[in-house]
């Protein structure tokens, strides 16, 4: 079974701390991603990594940086983070880059409050 | 701007009814389609998925109708029951380095079944 784990299912952290979400999955998949979850908006991208140390841009990035310096571990990092970013995190991995055919497998979700 | 259209934003049916989805995308370059669903406290997982060389794929009570022209696909759940009370999100992808295997989602559809 392919396994994607998230290191919290529930978070809280004050505005302006440096928060890490960490991501690891089991199957030796090559792609990673980060989305965050909001009511009405559905899944929206904030990076994706396709390789170690490799990393691009999803469709709402400001504010998040990430890590990959493992291929099974892959790290959402909110460098101050604020009120707006109260959500829900997923991570979730696939077996090849640039092949359109790739099943993600996500992980249960971080639930961040920010206060 | 958003990829692909989903629509309604919420659904409630009738146990033994049906439930349809419909998404529009535009861009001719996407050549795979999922679904996934979403129950609550759970990530998402994928349902069932079409490629654009077939119109349509049937899995149990779960069909995928896609019509190239129209650029339009949607998601037929028979004789719905309380059990398939989830999100559903559709998804589009494309093959090449443009796109790296990331997936498109739309914004969601709770479907609520009631007994």
């Known amino acids: 079974d392919v396994k994607v784990t998230q290191s919290s299912r529930y978070l809280v952290k004050r505005t302006g701390e440096k928060v890490f979400l960490e991501c690891v999955q089991d199957?030796?998949?090559?792609?990673m991603f980060w989305y965050r979850q909001d009511p009405g908006l559905g899944l929206r991208l904030i990076y994706f990594?396709?390789?170690?140390?490799?990393?691009e841009k999803g469709d709402i990035p400001e504010g998040y940086s990430v890590s990959r310096e493992k291929k099974e571990r892959f790290s959402l990092i909110l460098e101050s983070a604020s009120t707006n970013q109260t959500s829900m995190y997923l991570c979730?991995?696939?077996?090849?880059?640039?092949?359109?055919?790739?099943?993600?497998?996500f992980g249960p979700g971080t639930r961040l409050t920010v206060l | 701007q958003q990829q692909v259209k989903q629509s309604p934003q919420s659904l409630i049916v009738q146990k033994g009814g049906i439930s349809i989805i419909n998404c529009a995308y535009e861009n001719t370059a996407f050549d795979y389609f999922p679904w996934y669903q979403q129950f609550p406290g759970k990530g998402p997982a994928l349902l069932i998925a079409?490629?654009?060389?077939?119109s349509e794929k049937k899995e149990g009570r779960f069909t995928i109708s896609f019509n190239k022209s129209a650029k339009q696909f949607s998601l037929h759940i028979m004789d719905s029951q309380p059990g398939d009370s989830a999100t559903y999100f559709c998804?589009?992808?494309?093959?090449?380095?443009?796109?790296?295997?990331?997936?498109?989602f739309g914004r969601g559809t709770q479907l609520t079944v009631w007994p």
């Open positions: 998804a589009a992808s494309g093959e090449g380095g443009s796109t790296l295997g990331r997936l498109y």
């Open positions: 990594s396709y390789d170690v140390k490799m990393k």
């Open positions: 079409i490629r654009p060389d077939v």
């Open positions: 199957m030796d998949h090559e792609n």
């Open positions: 979730a991995s696939s077996l090849l880059p640039g092949a359109s055919y790739n099943e993600q497998f």
